[in-house]
């Protein structure tokens, strides 16, 4: 009987559970970086659409301060002020537009040592948003600080009563009177301030003095702007050197001093 022997059985062969484990983690390495790939690049343009979305706001936003008051050096002046006595002031004459179509015309008198003494702004508004007139008056009576204003008065000019302002609070420093006119036709405002004089009734003669003699010199096309002034000009009276300026006719509206009615 023949014999037949049995071959010994083929080895099973298995992979290397070391090189497994290797590739398993090269797998959730490439995952991972893939997916940490993905959620930057999302929230790159979540950022991106956020800042598109928000750029006509900005844009918005700088707009007003790019669209402001700028110095029109070759602007010819259209207002004068004739023989205006003041001793050791320097006056200078500005003229500012905006593109909407509004325009100042501004006096400005300093004196020898170079310090702001009085100022006369004549403002034609046009399409701009004008602030308070008030805000206005007491930002450029004290720039460097917020100072609040109160009635001082109304004195008479050749344009009329004259509203009369003045700091709510002495902080020691000068004293300075400013003033207010709102003509409706043509839409016109004439304000400044003045600290020249060592009282109250004095800065309020100057005042009056001021405006009595400020003229027109062209009122370009518009026929009710040369009215107002013409028909200024009839009322216009000298200045007055001594003594108080006259009061409004309503004497309960003078300041400090009001005049009574009748006799005592």
Same mark, same amino acid.
Request: aromatic share 8%.
């Given at each position: *009987?023949?014999l037949?022997?049995?071959?010994?059985?083929?080895?099973?062969?298995?992979?290397?559970?070391?090189?497994?484990?290797?590739?398993?983690?090269e797998v959730?390495?490439?995952? !991972?970086?893939?997916? %940490? +790939?993905?959620?930057?690049?999302?929230?790159?343009? &979540?950022?991106?659409? +956020?800042?598109?979305?928000?750029? =006509?706001?900005?844009?918005? *936003?700088?707009?007003?301060?790019?669209?402001?008051?700028?110095? %029109?050096?070759?602007?010819? =002046?259209?207002?004068?002020?004739?023989?205006?006595?003041?001793?050791?002031? @320097?006056?200078? +004459?500005?003229?500012?537009r905006?593109? /909407?179509?509004?325009?100042?015309?501004?006096?400005?008198?300093?004196?020898?040592?170079?310090?702001?003494a009085?100022?006369? #702004?004549?403002?034609?508004?046009? $399409?701009?948003a004008?602030?308070?007139? &008030?805000?206005e008056?007491?930002?450029?009576?004290?720039?460097g600080?917020?100072?609040?204003?109160?009635?001082?008065?109304?004195?008479?000019?050749?344009?009329?009563? &004259? @509203?009369?302002?003045?700091?709510?609070?002495?902080?020691g !420093?000068? @004293?300075?009177?400013?003033f207010?006119?709102?003509?409706?036709?043509?839409?016109?405002?004439?304000?400044?301030?003045?600290?020249?004089?060592?009282?109250?009734? %004095?800065?309020?003669?100057?005042?009056?003095? *001021?405006?009595?003699?400020? @003229?027109?010199?062209?009122?370009?096309?518009?026929p009710?702007?040369?009215?107002l002034?013409?028909? %200024? /000009?009839l009322?216009?009276?000298?200045?007055?050197? !001594?003594?108080? =300026?006259?009061? !409004?006719?309503?004497?309960? *509206? $003078?300041? #400090?001093n =009001?005049?009574?009615?009748g006799?005592?």
């Amino acid at each position: *009987m023949r014999l037949f022997r049995a071959d010994p059985a083929a080895p099973h062969h298995t992979r290397n559970p070391s090189a497994l484990t290797s590739f398993v983690d090269e797998v959730h390495a490439t995952l !991972s970086g893939l997916f %940490a +790939y993905a959620a930057v690049l999302a929230l790159f343009v &979540v950022l991106g659409v +956020y800042l598109w979305r928000q750029l =006509p706001d900005a844009t918005a *936003m700088r707009a007003p301060a790019a669209a402001g008051w700028s110095l %029109a050096g070759r602007q010819a =002046p259209a207002f004068v002020i004739s023989k205006l006595d003041q001793r050791d002031k @320097t006056e200078t +004459y500005e003229v500012f537009r905006h593109p /909407e179509g509004g325009r100042k015309d501004i006096f400005r008198w300093a004196d020898a040592n170079g310090a702001l003494a009085a100022e006369l #702004e004549i403002y034609r508004p046009g $399409g701009e948003a004008a602030g308070p007139a &008030v805000a206005e008056i007491a930002g450029r009576l004290d720039p460097g600080g917020v100072r609040e204003l109160e009635a001082a008065g109304i004195v008479d000019s050749k344009f009329g009563s &004259v @509203t009369l302002l003045r700091p709510a609070r002495q902080d020691g !420093s000068r @004293t300075c009177l400013g003033f207010l006119k709102q003509a409706d036709a043509p839409d016109l405002r004439i304000s400044g301030w003045t600290c020249q004089g060592a009282s109250l009734p %004095a800065q309020r003669a100057a005042i009056v003095c *001021m405006l009595n003699r400020l @003229t027109l010199l062209a009122a370009g096309n518009d026929p009710r702007l040369a009215a107002l002034f013409a028909h %200024a /000009e009839l009322k216009r009276t000298d200045c007055v050197t !001594s003594g108080p =300026p006259a009061l !409004s006719a309503d004497w309960v *509206m $003078g300041s #400090e001093n =009001p005049l009574l009615r009748g006799a005592l």
